[in-house]
């Protein structure tokens, strides 16, 4: 099993209680795109499992390189902030480091079909990397998955952690 | 360098640059090349923002100056595909580069419809 970095609330309080929330823009609704057997071959099936359990292990799963504290790469340091923007909860949110297990590193990218980190994981669906993060932050299709999928701090948590400040 | 300072230009060089024997760019070469072949872009810049990352660690030993691109890819191709799956057509175009050793390290991708590309014109004139 992989080891789990747990959300930041200090880092979740200085993105997210800053900015307003984008509200989602009226876009087609988002589509889930669903791996195929055949896109999960070459891993072993103990490292499958590891990652299943990874992205099981939370609603939002971020694999990213470095921590979110300390991001060690702008594309992982770019998704982080923006679950940050878009009021994530940190109860509903596990980031993976790669770089400290090559395994992981390595086997993510076969498990995902997708040759970068960092990756975006929601209810175990695979969204995409920074790119597609950041064009759905844009365009709010990543405001309204979120709040589809129940991810998303409620005003009344967030003003609570502000005030225990 | 003065070859950095004119990518753009040489983004849109005619296409023999491409097989010239002893390119100083074979990396922008063949991401131009399989990406012509497959897509048939209407529009494709390809832009080497390998300069900005040179001092990462992750970089550290790498020599090749060709590393970190970002591309913008207008094609029919990506009709009716959601952005993972057109995402997954050019990754697996460049599969052999990014899986080289040195060979390109990160790929920033924006890939558009010609209407999308249309649309997007039209929201940055307004």
Same mark, same amino acid.
């Given at each position: 099993m992989?080891?789990?970095?747990?959300?930041?609330?200090?880092?979740?309080?200085?993105t997210?209680?800053?900015?307003?929330?984008?509200?989602?823009?009226?876009?087609?609704?988002?589509?889930?795109?669903?791996?195929?057997?055949?896109?999960?071959?070459?891993?072993?099936?103990?490292?499958?499992?590891a990652?299943?359990?990874?992205?099981?292990?939370a609603?939002?799963?971020?694999?990213?390189?470095?921590?979110?504290?300390?991001?060690?790469?702008?594309?992982?340091?770019a998704?982080?902030?923006?679950l940050?923007?878009?009021?994530?909860?940190?109860?509903?949110?596990?980031?993976f480091?790669?770089?400290?297990?090559?395994?992981?590193?390595?086997?993510?990218?076969?498990?995902?079909?997708?040759?970068?980190?960092?990756?975006?994981?929601?209810?175990?669906?695979?969204i995409?990397?920074?790119?597609?993060?950041?064009?759905m932050?844009?365009?709010?299709?990543?405001?309204?998955?979120?709040?589809?999928?129940?991810?998303l701090?409620?005003?009344?948590?967030?003003?609570?952690?502000?005030?225990?400040? | 360098?003065?070859?950095?300072?004119?990518?753009?230009?040489?983004?849109?060089?005619?296409?023999?640059?491409?097989t010239?024997?002893?390119?100083?760019?074979?990396?922008?070469?063949?991401?131009?090349?399989?990406?012509t072949?497959?897509?048939?872009?209407? =529009?494709? #810049?390809?832009?080497?923002?390998?300069?900005?990352? !040179?001092? &990462?660690?992750?970089?550290? @030993?790498?020599?090749?100056? *060709?590393?970190?691109?970002?591309?913008?890819? =207008?094609? #029919?191709?990506?009709?009716s595909?959601?952005?993972? !799956?057109? &995402?997954?057509?050019?990754? @697996?175009?460049?599969?052999? *580069?990014?899986?080289?050793?040195?060979?390109?390290?990160?790929?920033?991708?924006?890939?558009?419809?010609?209407?999308?590309?249309?649309?997007?014109?039209?929201?940055?004139?307004?």
């Amino acid at each position: 099993m992989f080891s789990r970095t747990v959300f930041s609330r200090s880092i979740l309080r200085q993105t997210a209680a800053a900015v307003a929330r984008p509200t989602a823009a009226p876009t087609p609704a988002f589509r889930p795109f669903l791996l195929t057997a055949s896109q999960i071959r070459l891993l072993s099936d103990q490292t499958r499992q590891a990652i299943d359990k990874a992205v099981g292990s939370a609603p939002v799963v971020l694999f990213m390189k470095g921590t979110p504290e300390t991001p060690q790469c702008g594309f992982s340091r770019a998704s982080i902030q923006i679950l940050g923007l878009q009021g994530v909860d940190p109860n509903k949110f596990a980031a993976f480091n790669v770089l400290e297990d090559p395994e992981l590193r390595q086997g993510i990218k076969e498990y995902s079909d997708w040759p970068t980190i960092p990756q975006l994981y929601v209810d175990k669906e695979f969204i995409g990397g920074c790119d597609i993060i950041v064009s759905m932050h844009q365009n709010g299709e990543l405001a309204k998955l979120l709040d589809e999928k129940k991810v998303l701090a409620t005003e009344a948590e967030a003003e609570g952690e502000e005030k225990k400040e | 360098m003065l070859r950095r300072s004119v990518l753009g230009l040489l983004s849109r060089a005619p296409r023999y640059y491409t097989t010239m024997a002893s390119s100083s760019t074979p990396m922008q070469d063949a991401i131009r090349e399989k990406i012509t072949e497959a897509l048939k872009p209407s =529009t494709l #810049e390809i832009h080497n923002d390998s300069h900005l990352h !040179a001092h &990462h660690s992750a970089m550290r @030993g790498v020599t090749s100056t *060709e590393t970190h691109f970002r591309l913008v890819i =207008t094609s #029919e191709a990506f009709r009716s595909k959601m952005q993972p !799956a057109r &995402h997954r057509m050019v990754y @697996g175009l460049l599969k052999d *580069e990014m899986a080289k050793e040195g060979g390109i390290h990160a790929l920033q991708l924006r890939t558009m419809t010609p209407e999308e590309e249309e649309r997007r014109k039209a929201q940055e004139q307004s």
